[in-house]
């Protein structure tokens, strides 16, 4: 295993991750197929329900600059975000991120979303097995942080399944959907580095 110190504190190239029958690489703010996934992802209404990101993207020039933002943090060492692609022919279909990497405490957040026509095919939760191998084994983290709006059976039982435990519940820590002037509670669930690798998918 990498050493975490070291890891953490360097500047990050995003790999190519392989497995599950999904490839999971890096976003290209200039490919028009890319931008247009990450419009579409943050414009689907079930996002949109569940999320509401720090910054809105609303059209093809602001997805290309969340794009840009999201390289130039990974750049930093403070996000590995990662474009989860079908593995035989490249399509599209979600995003999995590492975020809010903590250097000193070794730890970070991981998030996902899939795109309407790849859900029921058990996309986020094998995109969340390879970023999560890869995270623990190649970067050094310890731990790692999953948290969803209470309510979102889905992502809740994804974050079990993967063997992220459920730890408790952090009362108004999510904007709620579409406002930034009210706050919904969130179900905390986490994984060590330490704990047994999940038998699913």
């Known amino acids: 295993m990498t050493d975490a110190r ?7 190239t995003i790999p190519v991750l392989d497995g599950h029958g999904l490839r999971l690489r890096a976003w290209d703010p200039e490919s ?19 999320n509401t990101p720090v910054r809105t993207v609303a ?9 840009k933002g999201k ?8 996000a590995l975000p990662f474009c989860v692609t079908d593995a035989a022919d490249g399509t599209i279909l979600g995003q999995v991120a ?10 970070a957040r991981v998030g996902y979303w899939v795109l309407p026509e790849a859900r029921g095919r058990h996309v986020a939760g094998s995109a969340l097995l390879l970023a999560t191998r890869w995270a ?9 942080e999953l948290g969803h709006a209470l ?3 889905a992502s809740c039982r994804i974050a ?5 435990r459920y730890e408790g519940t952090l009362r108004g820590a999510m904007w709620e959907a579409g406002s930034r002037d009210s706050f919904r509670d969130v179900h905390l669930h986490a994984r060590l580095a330490t704990d047994p690798e999940p038998e699913f998918p």
């Open 98 to 107: 590492v975020n809010m990497i903590d250097r000193v405490l070794s730890s």
């Open 59 to 67: 059209d093809t020039a602001g997805a290309r600059a969340s794009l």
């Open 160 to 164: 079990e399944r993967c063997g992220f």
């Open 71 to 78: 390289n130039a943090d990974a750049a930093a060492g403070h």
């Open 136 to 144: 623990f084994t190649e970067t050094g983290l310890h731990r790692l």
């Open 151 to 153: 309510g979102h059976e």
């Open 6 to 12: 070291e890891s953490l504190s360097a500047p990050h």
């Open 32 to 50: 028009a197929a890319d931008v247009e996934a990450w419009l579409r992802g943050h414009l689907d209404p079930e996002f949109r329900r569940w």
